[in-house]
């Protein structure tokens, strides 16, 4: 008996070590895959103490003027534990590429047939006094201007930190002459205003969807649909021309090189050419990573976003009403369905004329908003911009960029020292600091993130980037 147990007692102990040894085991090869970006598919991030204080090293900051800084610079972290990322982490965005140029620096062009109303909208937006008579072809160079975004949050952080200095984002606008039909082969001085549009980055596409004897249509009749039909026919058509040269000079330059970007290229340019006889905008097609990085050296003209505006009378604005409307509703959803807004140039330009006080009694009692507002805040979305904010007592400034810029790249739009030298990026969220009051309550519920160089700024981040150029400290 007593050589039985222990024997049983041996077996045991070995049974134990036998567990202790893969438990060790298991943990080891777990860490070694946590460190592993490509065999931890959830991915993992370190947690330091900065202060005291748990930051998320991927997802931490503040919001104040960039001047400032919480952190001391002879600070160093110390690493805890691997908490596993989140599923919604901005570090590893699934957004496909964007068409368009990569820039802060973008704008958006009023288009359509003449007397539509273009340069009576523009000249509302603006204020600019530039020709707007009842007469084709009136506006010979493009007008251009810029105009403020409204936004809440921009005025809530000016009467918060009462600001020195206030600096809102804008919508830069070009008002381009009326095009017509054969615009492309250079019929109304067709050429010279469709190059004014491939130097646009998004179209605003003004309809008329009003009837009256005192206003000339170029076409005679009112018809919003065929007015459609002919400007996309038009943009179309004119970059079918420039595939059409583009191939034969890709063609050209293989017979020289072996290249083999070129193939890929006048493959490309070849399924571009295709759809666009297909009669289909390219903005609307399939394009993988590749292909989009050769159309954005385009800038063709059907690739460019589009917002549809559809200029009515006062009194159908005002009822909510318009015969055209549901056909041109039809046409949109069936070629893309991209945003329709109904305004009237009648009702933006009497209202626009009435004092602050007078214009919200009027709206009160009508029932009634101006349309301006939400056109600039679609047109500035639709051309893929944002922005993030700086705040403090001496500025509050929004600083616009493009859709998916990155933290680094971000920074550069202060300063190319900013980008250079990038260390991090410290965020807080506008609704965060709108909930909690103050940067310091934000921090204290845990809310103040920091964020590396793979960040992807979200619109309405407030921002503080720290950066070191000379090696000499943090700023």
């Known amino acids: 008996m007593a050589v039985w147990v222990g024997v049983g007692a041996g077996v045991a102990s070995l049974a134990v070590v036998a567990l202790i040894v893969l438990v060790f085991c298991f943990c080891k090869s777990k860490r070694k895959e946590s460190s ?23 997802v931490g900051g503040k919001g104040s003027a ?19 990322k989140s599923a919604k982490s901005k570090e590893a965005p699934a957004e496909r590429p964007i068409l368009g140029r990569f820039s802060s620096h973008l704008k958006i062009g009023i288009v359509g047939l003449p007397n539509v109303g273009k340069s009576t909208l523009f000249n509302t937006l603006t204020k600019l006094a530039i020709p707007a008579e009842n007469f ?16 809440e949050r921009f005025e809530w952080l000016c009467q918060l930190y009462k600001p020195k200095s206030e600096v809102s984002a804008f919508l830069e606008i070009h008002d381009i002459a009326g095009l017509v039909r054969g615009a492309h082969q250079g019929q ?16 605003f596409h003004v309809l008329r969807a009003f009837e009256d004897p005192d206003i000339i249509h170029v076409d005679d009749t009112v018809d919003p649909v065929r007015d459609l039909e002919i400007i996309t026919e038009e943009l179309r058509l004119k970059d079918v021309e420039f595939m059409e040269r583009k191939i034969e000079d890709v063609e050209k330059s293989m017979k020289r090189s072996n290249d083999k970007q070129l193939k890929i290229e006048l493959e490309c340019c070849q399924r571009v050419k295709a759809l666009l006889q297909e009669g289909k905008d390219i903005r609307l097609g399939e394009w993988k990573a590749a292909d989009i990085e050769i159309l954005n050296s385009f800038q063709l003209l059907t690739a460019k976003p589009v917002v549809y505006l559809v200029n009515m009378t006062e009194k159908d604005y005002q009822r909510k009403k318009n015969k055209f409307l549901p056909k041109i509703h039809a046409w949109v959803q069936e070629h893309g ?5 109904p305004f009237s140039c009648a009702f933006e330009r009497n209202f626009s004329d009435l004092p602050p006080d007078e214009a919200a009694k009027y709206c009160e009692e009508n029932k009634i908003q101006s349309a301006l507002p939400k056109i600039i805040k679609t047109g500035f979305s639709a051309i893929n911009l944002i922005y993030f904010f700086t705040a403090g007592p001496d500025e509050v400034k929004c600083w616009q960029i493009r859709r998916q810029t990155k933290a680094p790249q971000a920074a550069g739009t202060i300063h190319t020292d900013f980008e250079r030298g990038f260390i991090c990026a410290e965020v807080m969220k506008f609704e965060d600091l709108k909930e909690l009051g103050s940067e310091s309550a934000v921090k204290a519920a845990g809310k103040y993130k ?26």
């Open 66 to 84: 960039f001047f400032s800084s919480s952190l001391e610079s002879n600070q160093s972290p110390l690493p805890l534990k691997m908490p596993p």
């Open 36 to 58: 592993d970006t490509k065999n931890n598919p959830q991915g993992w991030r370190p947690l330091f103490l900065y202060g005291g204080a748990a930051v998320n090293n991927s």
């Open 450 to 475: 920091q964020e590396g160089k793979t960040y992807v700024v979200q619109d309405g981040d407030i921002i503080f980037f720290k950066f070191n150029v000379s090696g000499g400290g943090k700023k």
């Open 188 to 203: 109304g001085l067709g050429n010279s205003f469709l190059s004014h549009i491939r130097a646009v980055d998004g179209i």
């Open 337 to 341: 369905g991209e945003q329709i807004i």
């Open 136 to 151: 084709p072809f009136c506006t010979i160079e493009p007008n251009e201007a810029r105009v403020n975004i409204p936004d």
